[in-house]
Nanobody, 120 residues
Framework: QVQLVESGGGLVQPGGSLRLSCAASGSILSINAMGWYRQAPGKQRELVAVITSGDSTNYADSVKGRFTISRHNVKSTVYLQMNSLKPEDTAVYYC??????????????WGQGTLVTVSS
């Protein structure tokens, strides 16, 4: 069984910064990609940023230049540094991982979500 544990959400003023972390643990052979999605009230879940095993990254247009995704391979952890936060960034942020188990199964796992609120 694989778990993703997120941390780092909270309340921040517009223009402020937050750093989200997500650590993967359990029966993991390899991680193909890890990413962050978010879901605002009344809206669909959307991709924020993703990073692959080859360190390729992809960002939503709305966060380009403000958010940076990175990872620590040994710790199986992904980070999302969020700068210049705007009220429209308010959402529950979910960590996602696409990985291979020791039995060579490809699985997709989600974290429980962490709330980010941008408000004065």
């Amino acid at each position: 069984q694989v778990q993703l544990v997120e941390s780092g959400g909270g309340l921040v003023q517009p223009g402020g910064s937050l750093r989200l972390s997500c650590a993967a643990s359990g029966s993991i052979l390899s991680i193909n990609a890890m990413g962050w999605y978010r879901q605002a009230p009344g809206k669909q879940r959307e991709l924020v940023a993703v990073i692959t095993s080859g360190d390729s990254t992809n960002y939503a247009d709305s966060v380009k230049g403000r958010f940076t995704i990175s990872r620590h391979n040994v710790k199986s952890t992904v980070y999302l540094q969020m700068n210049s936060l705007k009220p429209e960034d308010t959402a529950v942020y979910y960590c996602n991982a696409e990985l291979m188990t020791p039995t060579y199964r490809n699985v997709e796992v989600w974290g429980q979500g962490t709330l980010v609120t941008v408000s004065s």
